[in-house]
């Protein structure tokens, strides 16, 4: 009789990044999968992942009294410029009434490895959800494998249940900022896997998980960028956007709005500079927030492009098929040069592909105040400074810095090439075969 393994998918990025992959049959071959996911996307991921495994619904619910208290120390007690910057966001936005400098101080007297033994301590003593609880009686899983470890709604509840009950747990990242943003782990696992090797240095030195527990296996997504499998020709792509097949097309990837509020200005600037130099821009919009540059929908060099679907009004509920999934890998394919700002994961995309890269630090035609600024994440944000780092990007702080360095690309499109092969072997090695290491080192935690 197969082992049961639990697998957690609290996010659309944890689907798409890990689950919607061949990870999913590799490990159904070997054992029994429950998929435990929010109830409201039960019956979609029932239709995705139906042939493999079972799907469990929970609700997730907001932590409360002493667990509330706990997830507070464990996000704030934690020494990172990038949690220092949201903090400050969430403050001067009125999302926050705490001090930065009251969350601050908490990390810089109790941000020690002490304290976060206390904590995972306390944390383990809390009592699971009664959803939670149930559904270990009723499915006695051999394993845990939590995709988004630092998620308090679904993955912690979850990890908590397996130590306590005694059973093994694996734990994984959705994206590879994540251990410089949302506190330090609370439950941590028996084993961990690693996308790349910045999420094992972070995993070691931020989060006191031991090497010898920590497994690089690649990002199970990037298994399709190396395999290019169904790719339209580049006239096909160009019609589906009606754009010019013999023109040279600009990507800008956006971070949306809520990070960067008058990104949308950046349109104009970037359809005006295309213009004059016969390109053509595609303003792909950010799956999980809203962007005001959709009203520049009409301007001549500029195609605005959201291509996913969204399950409810939230715009956290979004999600991509398979066809829109190959729309997005053809768009980086297809495209001569990847722009965006700061130091997104989108230039870890471009890189994989070799395409010239540019991050913008201006915040286009409207200045905006520090902590709503895009350049407080070339300034705070560790998991973006360490791929500038690479040098595989030209940084521009000016519409006429952005006009030369796309310019420059054209002459010499290998231009920081050594700098791309950088992020590449920093933050999406090792490429080809993620979804076989990944599915490999799972089942071998049941033996």
Not at 145 to 172: C, F, Q, Y
Request: proline fraction near 5%; charge should be positive; charged fraction near 20%.
């Amino acid at each position: 009789m197969q082992k049961t393994i639990f697998i957690t998918v609290a996010d659309p990025s944890a689907a798409r990044n890990i689950l919607q992959t061949d990870f999913l049959p590799r490990v159904a071959a070997g054992a029994r999968i429950v998929l435990v996911c929010p109830e409201h996307r039960a019956a979609l991921y029932t239709e995705r992942f139906g042939a493999y495994a079972t799907i469990a619904g929970v609700t997730p619910r907001a932590p409360r009294g002493l667990e509330r208290l706990v997830h507070f120390v464990a996000q704030n007690a934690f020494r990172s410029q990038t949690l220092y910057l949201m903090q400050w966001r969430g403050h001067v936005s009125g999302a926050s009434r705490i001090h930065p400098y009251i969350k601050r101080a908490l990390a810089l007297v109790f941000g020690w490895r002490p304290l976060r033994i206390v904590v995972r301590a306390i944390e383990l003593r809390l009592r699971p959800p009664a959803d939670i609880a149930a559904l270990f009686d009723q499915y006695k899983p051999a394993l845990v494998l939590g995709t988004m470890i630092l998620d308090g709604d679904i993955n912690v509840p979850l990890l908590r249940e397996a130590r306590r009950r005694k059973v093994a747990t694996a734990g994984m990242v959705r994206s590879w900022d994540n251990l410089t943003t949302y506190g330090f782990v609370r439950v941590l696992p028996d084993h961990f896997f690693a996308q790349n090797r910045f999420i094992k240095e972070m995993a070691q030195s931020r989060h006191d998980i031991s090497a010898k527990r920590i497994s690089v296996v690649g990002l199970p997504h990037y298994d399709a960028y190396t395999r290019r499998e169904g790719l339209p020709t580049r006239e096909e792509f160009a019609k589906g956007l009606h754009l010019d097949p013999n023109k040279k097309i600009i990507l800008y990837a956006a971070v949306g709005d809520f990070l960067f509020p008058s990104e949308a200005t950046l349109a104009p600037i970037l359809n005006d500079i295309a213009g004059a130099r016969d390109m053509q821009v595609i303003f792909r919009a950010h799956p999980a927030h809203d962007s005001a540059a959709k009203q520049y929908g009409d301007l001549p060099h500029m195609r605005f492009d959201r291509s996913v679907t969204y399950r409810s009004e939230s715009y956290n509920d979004w999600d991509m098929n398979q066809s829109q999934e190959l729309h997005l890998m053809a768009s980086l394919y297809h495209c001569d040069v990847l722009v965006t700002a700061s130091g997104t994961s989108m230039l870890v995309d471009a890189a994989v592909f070799n395409k010239p890269l540019i991050s913008i630090k201006f915040d286009g035609s409207h200045t905006e105040q520090y902590w709503f600024s895009i350049a407080r994440f070339f300034d705070h944000a560790g998991h973006s400074k360490a791929l500038l780092a690479t040098g595989g990007t030209e940084v521009v702080t000016t519409k006429e810095q952005l006009a030369s360095a796309l310019d420059m690309y054209e002459s010499n499109p290998s231009y920081r090439a050594e700098g791309r092969s950088k992020i590449v072997d920093l933050l999406a090695a090792p490429l080809g075969g993620a979804c076989e290491r990944l599915a490999s080192g799972v089942l071998a935690l049941l033996a």
